[in-house]
């Protein structure tokens, strides 16, 4: 009987375990119609918890505090049934990272069932070093990129750390530029031509992805501090 009263405490206890406690920011490439806030499903399966974040196109939102549970993150928008009920349909969905602080990057699918592909980050420190470069590549063909000494070529579906660079002019800038492949003796076209700070306080993060308008290898580019690493200044007290 106490093996049995034992069991069904632990059943009761282990969905709980299964929750994890994370700091999330957004950033969305483009958004698809109006929508300018969607829905986190946080919580478990069996009790979700619906949390809204925003959809900023140029810059990220501000962390947001949230449990989730299993191995993606889903992001939905609500709805009303035929029955009156709200219910939440999903726009993307994006795999989970062991880290507590991440970022989810909405990039439009060209897809109407769910218009987003999301990229989930890990921001932790140890994943994302200051100072370091990670060129993420969700084109269908290999991307190049070019950062002071650096050169890499990254696979489809692969993401690549670079160390800070030291090749810098004297404002501490170097130029960044980022191919694809092409047909004759060049090799490579260029799709992005930058220049970049080089500071041991800045992260910088490049995306290449296939842009569902033209069908052609896009990039963008983000260069911060995170929030985290900003000072910090206590509120005036009145």
């Not at 483009?30 to 810059?59: N, W």
């Not at 660079?165 to 501490?172: E, M, Q, R, S």
């Not at 490579?188 to 290449?208: F, G």
Request: hydrophobic content about 35%; aromatic content about 8%.
């Amino acid at each position: 009987m106490r093996a049995l009263t034992f069991l069904l405490i632990l059943a009761g206890w282990l969905p709980a375990q299964d929750l994890r406690q994370i700091s999330l920011r957004t950033l969305c490439f483009k958004r698809v119609g109006d929508v300018k806030e969607v829905m986190l499903m946080g919580g478990s399966k069996e009790k979700p918890v619906p949390t809204p974040v925003p959809l900023y196109q140029s810059i990220y939102s501000d962390q947001i505090q949230a449990e989730v549970s299993g191995d993606k993150l889903t992001f939905s928008l609500p709805v009303t049934s035929k029955t009156g009920e709200t219910v939440y349909k999903p726009v993307g969905e994006g795999a989970l990272p062991s880290g507590n602080r991440l970022a989810a990057i909405f990039i439009p699918s060209g897809d109407a069932d769910k218009p987003y592909k999301i990229l989930v980050l890990d921001e932790t420190e140890k994943a994302f070093p200051l100072g370091s470069t990670i060129l993420v590549n969700l084109a269908p063909e290999p991307t190049r990129i070019t950062l002071g000494e650096h050169d890499m070529t990254i696979p489809p579906g692969k993401m690549e750390k670079i160390p800070m660079a030291t090749n810098v002019n004297d404002l501490k800038q170097a130029t960044v530029r980022i191919f694809v492949p092409m047909e004759g003796p060049r090799k490579w076209r260029p799709v992005s031509s930058t220049t970049w700070r080089i500071l041991p306080e800045l992260r910088n993060l490049a995306i290449a992805y296939q842009n569902p308008k033209n069908g052609r290898t896009s990039v963008n580019c983000y260069q911060e501090v995170p929030p985290w690493r900003l000072p910090q200044f206590e509120e005036p007290k009145s």
